[in-house]
């Protein structure tokens, strides 16, 4: 009797072959260790494991779209990065690397419409990240639905490909919660977020001061407004768990821990007031 992997085993062998693959020991040397989203691994895996594809399919499909999502986190990076020209260079270098990684292995596998289905979510995130980057405000709800577009469109064209359109309305809500916990909890350790800056310049476009020397009540105006999305993002998310058809106990902890992890800036407030 072959006895089948559970989730546990196939993300940790699955996670296991994409490390291989990312962490090139030269490139390791002049650029930041590329970080894997397990959460975004997750959900591959859980969106495959109940559809009984063969266990060499579900491992190619699912290092396929993580070495584009590597791929494109690599590209965002040189807008962040220092002023060393080579390092720059190693960074563009290093995600063209996992993009090509990317095309060989869907290419192995000859299914193009896998290719053209996240072609089209690699061609939304890219569109959506030029909007959020650019100067000019554009309006809180449209800066929101980017970021969240940026997030999740990749794993929406995913689940469109296999037709598990009902996971779309989750799978967007969840990520956009988890980038959104991560900007806010960089603005308040670091002083600094891509979110953040951008909801300043639409709120107070004419306050030139840098993120961390704006006033304290505008501070917490962006955290407030940061808070609403997630409080937003987090009922639709526990609204809709229930109807999801392919979640397991593993994910869905998952889901639990990252949602437990937001405590909304008013109520800090007045807890440490």
């Known amino acids: 009797m072959i006895r089948v992997p559970d989730i546990r085993q196939k993300y940790k062998?699955?996670?296991?072959?994409v490390e291989k693959r990312v962490f090139n020991s030269y490139?390791?040397?002049?650029?930041?260790?590329?970080?894997?989203d397990e959460d975004k691994l997750l959900i591959l895996i859980s969106i495959?494991?109940?559809?009984?594809?063969?266990?060499?399919?579900?491992?190619?499909?699912?290092?396929?779209?993580?070495?584009?999502?590597?791929?494109?986190?690599?590209?965002?990076?040189i807008l962040k990065s220092s002023d060393d020209e080579i390092g720059r260079q190693l960074t563009v270098l290093a995600?063209?690397?996992?993009?090509?990684?990317?095309?060989?292995?869907?290419?192995?596998?000859?299914?193009?419409?896998?290719?053209?289905?996240?072609?089209?979510?690699i061609k939304e995130v890219?569109?959506?990240?030029?909007?959020?980057?650019?100067i000019k405000t554009t309006g809180i709800e449209k800066l929101m639905t980017s970021i969240k577009q940026i997030e999740s469109s990749l794993h929406l064209r995913f689940a469109e490909y296999f037709k598990v359109d009902i996971w779309n309305e989750i799978l967007a809500n969840l990520l956009f919660f988890k980038r959104l916990l991560a900007e806010r909890n960089q603005f308040i350790q670091a002083g600094n977020s891509l979110l953040f800056e951008a909801l300043k310049r639409n709120l107070y476009p004419k306050d030139d001061n840098h993120l961390v020397n704006i006033s304290s009540d505008h501070q917490n105006h962006l955290l407030m407004v940061c808070?609403?999305?997630?409080?937003?993002?987090?009922?639709?998310?526990?609204?809709?768990?229930?109807?999801?058809?392919?979640?397991?106990?593993?994910?869905?902890k998952r889901i639990s821990f990252l949602l437990n992890q937001h405590q909304p800036f008013a109520k800090t407030f007045v807890e440490e007031g």
């Open 126 to 134: 890219n569109e959506h990240k030029i909007l959020v980057y650019q």
């Open 13 to 17: 062998s699955i996670r296991g072959q």
């Open 27 to 36: 490139l390791l040397e002049y650029i930041e260790t590329p970080i894997i």
């Open 95 to 121: 995600g063209d690397y996992y993009s090509g990684l990317y095309y060989k292995l869907l290419a192995e596998s000859k299914d193009i419409l896998m290719i053209k289905a996240l072609a089209k979510g």
């Open 48 to 77: 495959m494991d109940r559809l009984e594809l063969p266990y060499n399919k579900m491992q190619n499909y699912a290092m396929s779209t993580m070495l584009v999502q590597i791929a494109l986190d690599t590209h965002e990076h």
């Open 227 to 252: 808070d609403r999305y997630l409080e937003q993002s987090k009922q639709i998310i526990e609204k809709g768990i229930p109807q999801l058809p392919y979640l397991n106990d593993y994910l869905e």
